[in-house]
Nanobody, 121 residues
Framework: QVQLVESGGGLVQAGGSLRLSCAAS????????MAWFRQAPGKEREFVAA??????????ANLSDSVKGRFTISRDNAMQVSLQMSSLKPEDTAVYYC????????????WGQGTQVTVSS
């Protein structure tokens, strides 16, 4: 059974940093695309960053424009992905979700329970 568990959320002041981690269990996730989404109160869930297996040799990262230059996504190993968040802003406040998409599929079939990130001004 696939399971994704996020950790690392919390309260931080604007300009601060946090590191989120997502640990996967179940099948080997080496070739899965793993991503972070977030959902702020009253807003729709939005894409933050993803890292996908490319051409059988390496991982490629993709980040939304709103976090480029401030956030970094990394594939720590086959079963864990992290999101390093720096220069945080109050508008980054949201529940952050880890998600995984099997290779060759365009949809994220697996989701974590979410972790709260609150940035105070």
């Amino acid at each position: 059974q696939v399971q994704l568990v996020e950790s690392g959320g919390g309260l931080v002041q604007a300009g601060g940093s946090l590191r989120l981690s997502c640990a996967a269990s179940g099948p080997t996730f080496t070739t899965y695309t793993m991503a972070w989404f977030r959902q702020a109160p009253g807003k729709e869930r939005e894409f933050v960053a993803a890292v996908r297996w490319s051409r059988g040799t390496s991982y490629l990262a993709n980040l939304s424009d709103s976090v480029k230059g401030r956030f970094t996504i990394s594939r720590d190993n086959a079963m864990q992905v992290s999101l390093q968040m720096s220069s945080l802003k109050p508008e980054d406040t949201a529940v952050y979700y880890c998600a995984a998409a099997p290779p060759g599929r365009g949809t994220y079939d697996h989701w974590g329970q979410g972790t709260q990130v609150t940035v105070s001004s």
